[in-house]
């Protein structure tokens, strides 16, 4: 038996066991990249090819994501670039957006990272949630929630949206309307459009359709949808990656169309079928940058525990070297109960409190053994244990197991999400 390569931040663990692996559905064979977007801008859902729909002249934005989920940008961007400059639209013309939503600005290196060959050649600009100068009222959406966009993006005269579409663990898919709300909307809206992730206060908890690999009837997509939906986006481009993180397919077209097909071919490679709930599992976020702080690696556990009986246990590779993601975020650790947790997140509302919510929940219910580069105290104030190694971690995690666990491993945990067919 080969020890299995778990990635940890930018370095690999290895797990000797036996244990029953979940990975991502492989494509039998993958597209050259370059000719799979430009496939995809020849041929696009719901709307023209881009020729018909920019014209000389006009200032073009280009909304992409950040560095804390990779997309396969530095490939598409460039790409998509020379589209726009062969339907007449020059360089000068064009700008980039990074869809930061309430994330860190990024670094010069990172800017590099996401340009590719761009950088340097298109002017990139950072959103900045918090900056009134700089975002553009736009009203209210029919449900009365407020929608303030980046400037910048608003008064482009025609706006394409890309980033890549995987599961999200409450808008059901990331992608598509996620890049616009909330990925260049202010703080007021990010927060507005994510609290539709709670049922009413008389009825308390959360909403069960606001869940990962669903959009039918989830809250969350709905409301971020119809934020987006004001911006009137010309052109989406998404790509759809591997488990290798190679692009598998691009989506381009029309915001809803083109992104409801790429949700359909993620679900197919993200979802893994069990036929019974683990004893163990052991969640490796997938390296960085899906461990890069604790905000994002959380996804991974939000998706690991659906193959773990309530009560398991299991164990999360999360190196975590940007800390926990915001500031204010590790704060709100200190409701330890959770009904007055709740009723403090619905009086002032926060994303990062709700992932905080959302974690400490899981921790309540599953056994949660922590390997990252957190402190003991901090991991436990979060409602984990910690463990310095791997080796650890799995000792601690036997002496409560039954004699023969069932296991099973999650190389990239940030991706999978494993679907029980029976519950016991």
Known sequence: MSPLPLKYGASVISADLVARTLSATTMPELPDPVNEVRRALANPLGTPP?????????????????ITRYTGSEIYLPTLVDELNRCGIP????????????????????????????YGRIDVYDHECDDCEQLADLGVTSSG?????????IEADRVIVTGTIGLHYFAGFGGGRKSLVPGV?????CMATHFAIFNPPEQGGRNPRACTANLDGNPVHQAILEAAQMVKPDFILNSVLSADKQIARVFCGELEEAHLAGCELAKDLYTVPLERAAD???VSCGGHPKDINFIQAHKALDYGVHAVKPGGAVILLAACPDGFGNATFFDWFNYEDLDIF???LRSRYEINGQTAWSTLSKARSWRVILISEFSREQTEKMGMEKAATLDEAL????????????????????????IISQRK
């Open 50 to 66: 881009l020729a018909e729909v920019v014209a000389p002249g006009e200032r073009v934005v280009i909304v992409t994501s950040d």
């Open 91 to 118: 360089d000068h013309d064009i700008e980039i957006v990074i869809a930061l939503g309430i994330h860190r600005k990024q670094s010069a290196g990172e800017h590099r990272k996401i340009l590719g060959s761009l």
């Open 145 to 153: 929630l407020p929608v303030q966009i980046n400037r910048r993006v």
């Open 185 to 189: 909307a202010s703080r007021e809206t």
């Open 280 to 282: 163990l599992a052991i």
């Open 342 to 344: 709740e009723k403090a």
């Open 395 to 418: 000792q601690m995690a036997y002496k409560q197991l039954p004699e023969n666990p069932e296991i099973v491993v999650i190389p990239d945990g940030g991706t999978i999400l494993p």
